[in-house]
């Protein structure tokens, strides 16, 4: 059984930077890709952005490129999500997850359906 921990959100004032992680437990992290998603409240969950498994490759949804940096350190079995230059439409629930099997390409990583297990969510909340 594998579990995911979210640390790190927080309330923050628009412009501002806060760093999620994900703990993971088990020995197969480094063997998956996975992903961050967010739901806000009336609104479907969504992806946010993705990392394979070697941390080679990274795909972000449109609305986060260039502000927010998903990485990963298998070391630790750990996963992030830097997020800077917030903004209120940045405020959800935030959820790491693990792919189910290998994902190639952007289609496949973005898609709730190709993930298997999933964290309890950190709450973020950007002010105006």
């Known amino acids: 059984q594998v579990q995911l921990v979210e640390s790190g959100g927080g309330l923050v004032q628009a412009g501002g930077s806060l760093r999620l992680s994900c703990a993971a437990s088990?020995?197969?992290?480094?063997?998956?890709?996975m992903g961050w998603f967010r739901q806000s409240p009336g609104k479907e969950r969504e992806f946010v952005a993705a990392?394979?498994?070697?941390?080679?490759?990274?795909y972000y949804a449109d609305s986060v490129k260039g502000r927010f940096t998903i990485s990963r350190a298998n070391a630790k079995n750990t996963l992030y999500l830097q997020m800077n230059n917030l903004t209120p439409e940045d405020t959800a629930v935030y959820y790491c997850?693990?792919?189910?099997?290998?994902?190639?390409?952007?289609?496949?990583?973005?898609?709730?359906?190709?993930?298997?297990?999933w964290g309890q969510g950190t709450q973020v909340t950007v002010s105006s």
């Open positions: 088990g020995r197969t992290f480094s063997l998956y890709g």
């Open positions: 997850a693990r792919t189910a099997r290998s994902c190639s390409g952007y289609g496949c990583y973005a898609s709730s359906s190709q993930y298997d297990y």
């Open positions: 990392i394979s498994w070697t941390g080679s490759v990274t």
